[in-house]
C-alpha cells in the first residue's frame, strides 16, 4: 500500500499522521506531568541503597548536584528545541544531524535513544510484572503460586490497547495518572520509614570492607541516581507537542513545566533518599518497599501504584520508538499512513 501525491503533500500528510507532530496543542501542564512521568521511575525506591554505598556526605551532595545539573541540561535542550529562528528540532535526531551532518547524526543518536527507549520500556515492562507478584503475594499470601512470567504477560496486555492512541496529548490522562502515582508511592515509602523509626543498631558505614569493594559500591550507587535522574531523551518529543508563534515560541510553556516537573521530582527523590538510609542504613534493600513489610496493606497500595506508574512511564518512551517506526515505513518504504499499519506495527513491538 503506497501513499500517492506530490511531496509537499505527502511530507503535511505525514507530518499530521506521526505521533510526536501531529498534534501541537499541548498545554503547560502538559510537559509537567510527561517530565515527571518520564523521570520518576522505580528507580527512586532504590535511592536509599545507592545513599548506602555512598554514604551521608558524597549521598547527599551527589543527589543534589545530580538535580540542578540534569535540571541544568533540561534547559539547555529546552532552548535548543527553537535556536533557528523558524525551524524546530522536534526529534533528538534531527539536533543530531544539524549538529553532525545528515548521515552521522542519524548513525550517533538513533542507536542511542533507540537504546535507551527500548531497554528502559523492557525495564518497566519486569518492573510492573513484579509489582504486580508483589501485590498478589501480599493481598493473597496463601494463593497458589503464580510465576512472575505470567504478571509480566498481565502487564503487557495494558500495553496492546494504550499503545495505539495516536500520540502524546493523547497519552496526557495516562501519563497525569502516571504522575500522581509516583508521588503517592514515594510519599508512602518515606513516610513509612518515617513510622519504623531508626532500627536498633543502625549502621551507617560502608558494608564493603576492602577498598575495591568500596570503589565499586560507589560507582554502583553513582549509577543507580544517574538512572533516577533519567528522561531527558524525550525531552524535545514533549516540546514538539506544544505550540509555538515568533511572539511566544514553545520554551515559554515548556520551561514552565519542567520547573513544576523538577519541583515534584525533588518533593519524591530526597525524602525517599534521606529518610529511607537514615531509618535502615546500609541495611537498607535495593527496593525499599522490600524493606518495608509492614504495614501490609500500605505496602500493597504502594505496589499497585508502582504499577500504575510504570505503565505511563512505558508510554512515555515508547512514543518517540512508535515515531521512528512509523516514520520508517511511510517515508522510505513508502507505506500509506493508515490505522491497519500502526495496529501491526505497534502490537509488535509490544
Known amino acids: 500500500m503506497v501513499y500517492e501525491g506530490s511531496e509537499s503533500e505527502r511530507e503535511r500528510a505525514i507530518n499530521e499522521w506521526l505521533p510526536v507532530t501531529s498534534n501541537r496543542n499541548a498545554k ?49 535542550m529546552v532552548e535548543m528545541h527553537e535556536m533557528i529562528p523558524g525551524k524546530r528540532f522536534d526529534r533528538y535526531h534531527e539536533l543530531g544531524q544539524y549538529a553532525f551532518g ?27 510484572g513484579q509489582s504486580l507478584k508483589k501485590f498478589h503475594d501480599l493481598v493473597c499470601p496463601n494463593c497458589k503460586e503464580i510465576r512472575q512470567t505470567y504478571f509480566i504477560m498481565i502487564f503487557a ?23 500522581v502515582m509516583s508521588l503517592s508511592y514515594s510519599t508512602i515509602a518515606w513516610a513509612a520509614s518515617i513510622g519504623k523509626g531508626v532500627q536498633p543498631n543502625v549502621d551507617y558505614s560502608y558494608k564493603s570492607t576492602s577498598n575495591p569493594g568500596k570503589v565499586f559500591d560507589f560507582l554502583a550507587g553513582l549509577g543507580e541516581i544517574a538512572f533516577a535522574y533519567a528522561g531527558h531523551n524525550v525531552v524535545l518529543e514533549i516540546q514538539a507537542t506544544m505550540p509555538s508563534t515568533p511572539e511566544k515560541p514553545s520554551k515559554g510553556p515548556m520551561w514552565k513545566g519542567v ?30 518497599l522490600l524493606t518495608l513489610e509492614n504495614p501490609t496493606g500500605l505496602i500493597a497500595t504502594a505496589n499497585i501504584f508502582v504499577v500504575i506508574h510504570v505503565i505511563g512511564s512505558y508510554q512515555i518512551f515508547a512514543m518517540p520508538v512508535f515515531d521512528m517506526m512509523e516514520s520508517f515505513m511511510v517515508k522510505e518504504l513508502r507505506f500509506r499512513p493508515c490505522l491497519r499499519l500502526r495496529l501491526i506495527s505497534r502490537t509488535l513491538y509490544v
Do not use: R
Not at 543518536?109 to 518492573?127: A, E, F, K, N, R
Not at 496486555?157 to 504522575?179: D, E, M, R, T
Open 28 to 76: 503547560w501542564w502538559y510537559s509537567a506531568f510527561h517530565n515527571v512521568t518520564a523521570m520518576v521511575g522505580a528507580g527512586v525506591l532504590s535511592l536509599p541503597y545507592a545513599m548506602s554505598q555512598l554514604g551521608w556526605g558524597p549521598g547527599v551532595t551527589i543527589m543534589l548536584l545530580s538535580w540542578v545539573v540534569t535540571l541544568y541540561t533540561i534547559w539547555q
Open 102 to 128: 545528515e548521515k552521522l547524526g542519524l548513525w550517533i543518536i538513533i542507536p542511542q535513544q533507540l537504546t535507551v527507549d527500548v531497554s528502559s520500556d523492557i525495564v518497566y515492562m519486569v518492573t510492573g
Open 259 to 288: 520547573i513544576v516537573a523538577y519541583l515534584i521530582v525533588a518533593i519524591c527523590y530526597l525524602p525517599v533518599a534521606f529518610i529511607g538510609y537514615w531509618a535502615f542504613g546500609n541495611s537498607v534493600n535495593d527496593n525499599i
Open 157 to 179: 496486555s495494558v500495553h496492546f490497547v494504550l499503545s495505539h492512541l495516536p500520540n502524546f496529548n493523547s497519552i496526557s490522562g495516562v501519563s497525569l495518572a502516571a504522575a
